[in-house]
Nanobody
Framework: QAHLVESGGGLVQPGGSLRLSCAAS????????VGWFRQAPGKEREGISC????????NYADSVNGRFTISRDNTKNMAYLQINNLRPEDTAVYYC?????????????????????WGQGTQVTVSS
């Protein structure tokens, strides 16, 4: 059975950093594009970053561009999201998701419905 498990969340002060991890099991993540999403209380889940199967293409939402970096290690079935210069508005539950996609050089976070597997999320709280 396919599973994604996020880790690395926590409480951090504004300006701080975290590295979120996404571990895949039950399927071979190297054949899937990976996306990171987040959902703040009372708000819809938003896509913030994705990385293509081959790792060549990455996309970021404007709100995180320049502060967040997505990466993947297909040898370990892992994906990561390095988040720097955190702001209180980054407080949310962060989710990773995997999309089986034939084109290995593209990814999108514009359409949540294309993603096949989702993790349970990890809480990130930014507060002083």
């Amino acid at each position: 059975q396919a599973h994604l498990v996020e880790s690395g969340g926590g409480l951090v002060q504004p300006g701080g950093s975290l590295r979120l991890s996404c571990a895949a099991s039950g399927f071979t993540q190297k054949y899937y594009a990976v996306g990171w999403f987040r959902q703040a209380p009372g708000k819809e889940r938003e896509g913030i970053s994705c990385i293509s199967v081959n790792g060549i293409r990455t996309n970021y939402a404007d709100s995180v561009n320049g502060r967040f970096t997505i990466s993947r290690d297909n040898t370990k079935n892992m994906a990561y999201l390095q988040i720097n210069n955190l702001r209180p508005e980054d407080t949310a539950v962060y989710y990773c998701a995997a999309e089986w996609i034939r084109n290995t050089s593209i990814c999108t976070v514009a359409r949540r419905e294309v993603y096949d597997y989702w993790g349970q999320g990890t809480q990130v709280t930014v507060s002083s």
